[in-house]
């Protein structure tokens, strides 16, 4: 998307499942102005199928090998167009369908990095935020 916000990239391998859930939650958003890029890692999982089958388009779908993780969080950055990246993995989602504009409401043009605290389910239904300590000097 020319001009996007926000570029979310996000990366997967064999976990389709994983996949939809945060698809599902970067469609839900309200916010016009993102791209989503996702970084499959060659799945064999039919994870394309899996896309197709909610009618979602993505900007950009890479399905190829890596070597892991951060090699595939690369790639999406050298195809990221939008001010800012966030990375959200196959598995995580967004709070809300808001969630990004109250983000952008924050946003000021001298800030280089936003990071805040993460929500965490447990397997055991335990909920409870996680709170990020803050960053060391950028």
Same mark, same amino acid.
Not at 67 to 89: H, I, T
Not at 114 to 127: A, F, P
């Given at each position: !998307?020319?001009?996007?916000?926000? *570029?979310?990239?996000?990366?997967?391998?064999?976990?389709?499942?994983?996949?939809?859930?945060?698809?599902?939650?970067? *469609?839900?958003?309200?916010?016009?102005?993102?791209?989503?890029?996702?970084? %499959?890692?060659?799945? %064999? %999982?039919?994870?394309?199928?899996? &896309?197709?089958?909610?009618? /979602?388009?993505?900007?950009?779908?890479?399905?190829?090998?890596?070597?892991?993780?951060?090699?595939?969080?690369?790639?999406?950055?050298?195809?990221?167009?939008?001010?800012?990246?966030?990375?959200?993995?196959?598995?995580?989602?967004?709070?809300?369908?808001? *969630?990004?504009?109250?983000? !952008?409401?924050? &946003?000021?043009?001298?800030?280089?990095?936003? /990071?805040?605290?993460?929500? #965490?389910?447990?397997? *055991?239904?335990?909920?409870?935020?996680? &709170?990020? #300590?803050?960053? /060391?000097? /950028?």
């Amino acid at each position: !998307m020319k001009g996007a916000i926000f *570029s979310i990239i996000t990366v997967v391998k064999n976990d389709c499942v994983a996949l939809t859930e945060t698809i599902k939650s970067i *469609s839900e958003q309200k916010c016009e102005s993102l791209e989503h890029i996702i970084v %499959d890692g060659s799945s %064999d %999982d039919e994870c394309l199928k899996g &896309i197709k089958a909610l009618s /979602y388009q993505a900007e950009h779908y890479v399905h190829e090998e890596d070597s892991g993780v951060y090699d595939a969080m690369n790639k999406g950055l050298l195809l990221a167009k939008g001010k800012w990246v966030y990375f959200l993995n196959a598995g995580d989602t967004l709070c809300d369908e808001h *969630s990004l504009n109250e983000v !952008m409401k924050e &946003i000021k043009e001298e800030l280089d990095f936003i /990071y805040c605290d993460v929500y #965490r389910e447990s397997d *055991s239904s335990v909920k409870k935020i996680w &709170i990020q #300590r803050a960053p /060391y000097e /950028y």
